[in-house]
């Protein structure tokens, strides 16, 4: 079976652009999560969908984040505009129901120049 | 933020050696989890704890759900060369969405 789907594994930009980072879902998973992980925080929840419906995005850093699950097989992360800080990896993972155990997707690496 | 510690932070053994590494926390937790990271990949799922007081294995691996439902620890039995990673604990609260991270402990081994 496939895992979590993430795209594109590597992204290089210069600040000020957008970025969209992309993730597929395991199927049949209907909780869908955002991380992202630096070496001075760790990984940290930025927001969670349950059924394509976001229900925490406490997470986010800030208006410069959004992210969208406009069905259930695909959600997208965006940066808009992008700055160095924001430079990490950012990891998508997916659950069975609200009580499920999270399986991560191979991460995007960004490093915004 | 982070409300788990993890230690120790980095281990450097032989191979063939046990390892043993644990989490605490001042908060109860109703599932506990243990990942492992191997550079340029997400974390995977090793084990996965449920009841306070269980003792599961994975293989070399062995995970213990404390009793306190504030601590799991997790060791690997007869270390090798491809245990090396970055070993997270999970703690997930109750409403299971809520996931916390410890910050990670770094695995090296020696052949």
């Known amino acids: 079976d496939a895992g979590v789907i993430q795209s594109p594994r590597h992204e290089v930009t210069e600040m000020g652009q957008e970025v969209t980072l992309r993730c597929k879902p395991i199927?049949?998973?209907?909780?869908l999560f955002w991380y992202r992980q630096t070496m001075m925080r760790g990984l940290e929840l930025l927001i969670y969908f349950n059924n394509n419906v976001p229900i925490d995005d406490s997470g986010m850093p800030e208006d410069r984040f959004s992210a969208k699950m406009p069905n259930a097989s695909f959600s997208t992360l965006k940066i808009q505009p992008s700055e160095p800080r924001d430079s990490a990896v950012y990891f998508c993972?997916?659950?069975?129901?609200?009580?499920?155990?999270?399986?991560f997707g191979p991460g995007t690496r960004l490093l915004v120049l | 933020g982070q409300q788990l510690n993890q230690s120790p932070q980095s281990m450097f053994i032989q191979e063939g050696e046990d390892v043993s590494m644990n989490c605490t926390s001042s908060?109860?937790?109703?599932?506990w989890l243990w990942y492992k990271q191997e550079p340029g990949e997400g974390p995977v799922l090793l084990i996965a704890l449920y009841k306070a007081g269980e003792l599961t294995s994975n293989g070399r691996l062995t995970a213990q759900f404390g009793i306190t439902r504030k601590d799991s620890f997790l060791n690997i039995s007869a270390s090798i060369p491809s245990d090396v990673g970055i070993y997270f604990c999970?703690?997930?609260?109750?409403?299971?969405?809520?996931?916390?991270f410890g910050a990670g402990t770094r695995l090296t081994v020696k052949p």
């Open positions: 999970a703690g997930l609260k109750d409403n299971n969405n809520d996931m916390r």
């Open positions: 993972a997916s659950s069975r129901g609200t009580a499920g155990t999270q399986y």
């Open positions: 199927s049949g998973h209907n909780s």
């Open positions: 908060s109860i937790f109703n599932t």
